[in-house]
């Protein structure tokens, strides 16, 4: 018997199968540039809490001791630093350090460790240190980074006499 001619055939037409595609299209390109931004993001983070891990380490040292520990701006790097310790009770300093009256302990850490975030900024006082004496008192500091993928700018400051941390974040000029 033959199908009335008033019914309409059971499948999808060609245009409700584009629509359908294209709309599966746009959602799943939403969704992965969500994912890669929130990835970023997060990526972009782990810096700064190595950083701030760092100081507040150093902070510690230096209450524990009884000397004055810090973290050294570009020794052998620009973009790197190392925890250092004052051995000889004068303070800490760069000639000390050179002379080895002043010791550096473990690696070089790097503050540009990712592709994606590049140092645009480095306030780390006059000799390029971030110094903790022995009351627990340190210089303030602060570090930005670029995110292009973000197109933002993200600094980190420490203010040394609080030892708190505040993060500001713009959009790149």
């Given at each position: 018997m033959k199908r009335p001619?008033?019914?309409?055939?059971?499948?999808?037409?060609?245009?409700?199968?584009?629509?359908?595609?294209?709309?599966?299209?746009?959602?799943?390109?939403?969704?992965?540039?969500?994912?890669?931004?929130?990835?970023?993001?997060?990526?972009?983070?782990?810096?700064?809490?190595?950083?701030?891990?760092?100081?507040?380490?150093?902070?510690g040292t230096a209450l524990r001791q009884g000397r004055s520990v810090g973290l050294v701006l570009g020794l052998s790097d620009p973009r790197g630093y190392r925890v250092c310790i004052d051995m000889n009770g004068d303070g800490l300093s760069r000639s000390d350090i050179q002379t080895g009256l002043d010791v550096c302990s473990g690696p070089e850490i790097r503050l540009e460790q990712l592709p994606w975030a590049q140092v645009v900024e480095l306030r780390w006082g006059a000799h390029r240190m971030i110094v903790c004496d022995a009351w627990g008192l340190c210089t303030s500091a602060a570090t930005c980074w670029a995110v292009p993928a973000l197109r933002e700018r993200w600094c980190l400051v420490w203010n040394g006499t609080t030892g708190q941390t505040r993060w500001e974040r713009s959009p790149i000029p």
């Open positions: 001619l008033h019914l309409p055939e059971s499948g999808w037409t060609l245009t409700e199968i584009l629509i359908n595609l294209s709309l599966i299209g746009l959602l799943a390109g939403f969704t992965l540039s969500v994912v890669h931004a929130w990835q970023v993001r997060s990526k972009v983070l782990e810096i700064p809490q190595v950083l701030t891990a760092d100081i507040v380490h150093a902070q």
